[in-house]
């Protein structure tokens, strides 16, 4: 059997029966679930963070998984105490879950056992709280990791997202801007429009007149021409 297998039975068991272990009645033992829990099952340290409102409903519940397990299992075996400790303790009290007792004659039966090689209450506190130190020094490693992956996957894109809004706002601004130019360009447009078409009447009715009178000077010249030629010899 494996380090990791060896550990996972120590603390989790197959689900095989809804039956209680500790022989009350009602009053299920909380570390008999399934390796692979659902959202239902809590790890003994939570890692908090805030999401934002935008992502946050659709972030899942943690669930005890099999890869952190081997993880932290592994920081256990590592920093494994010589002699008879808290693991080995509950390696007792694990073997004494299918024998029809309540907790507290369990972990009296277990202790019995331990005293002769030396085991005492104090110890096993003292070693159960060593491995607790150790879990949470994982904790910490794996909080910096966390960070790590937040600045290297989020935050470098957050910083991105902050250029682009100052860009689209730089840009926004230019538009703003050229829109304002644009209507003025319109306005002077329509003020050349309007000024044409009046020069344009003025300068046609100018040139009417003049075509006129010129008409009316010539007419009257080809009359007398036409006089002088016949009443002139």
Do not use: C
């Amino acid at each position: 059997m494996s380090v990791f297998k060896k550990l996972e039975s120590l603390f989790f068991v197959e689900d095989e029966s809804p039956k209680s272990t500790t022989g009350k009645k009602g009053k299920p033992d909380p570390l008999r679930v399934k390796t692979k829990q659902t959202s239902e099952a809590k790890p003994t340290i939570i890692t908090k963070n805030n999401p934002s409102a935008s992502t946050s409903e659709n972030i899942s519940e943690g669930k005890v998984t099999e890869k952190f397990m081997k993880v932290l299992f592994g920081a256990l075996e590592k920093n494994n105490l010589d002699g008879f400790d808290y693991l080995e303790f509950k390696k007792s009290l694990r073997k004494l879950e299918k024998m029809p007792m309540d907790e507290p004659t369990r972990f009296q039966s277990a202790f019995a056992m331990a005293s002769t090689m030396g085991a005492t209450p104090q110890n096993l506190a003292e070693t159960a709280e060593f491995y607790i130190s150790i879990l949470k020094k994982e904790e910490n490693k794996f909080q910096q990791a966390l960070a790590n992956q937040r600045q290297s996957q989020i935050g470098n894109k957050e910083a991105k997202m902050d250029d682009l809004d100052k860009i689209i706002q730089q840009k926004a601004g230019q538009i703003k801007k050229l829109t304002q130019e644009i209507e003025g360009h319109q306005q002077q447009k329509a003020k050349l429009e309007n000024e044409i078409s009046k020069s344009t009447i003025k300068v046609e009715s100018t040139k009417n007149d003049f075509v006129a009178t010129l008409n009316a000077l010539v007419t009257k010249i080809q009359t007398d021409l036409v006089n002088i030629k016949k009443h002139l010899k």
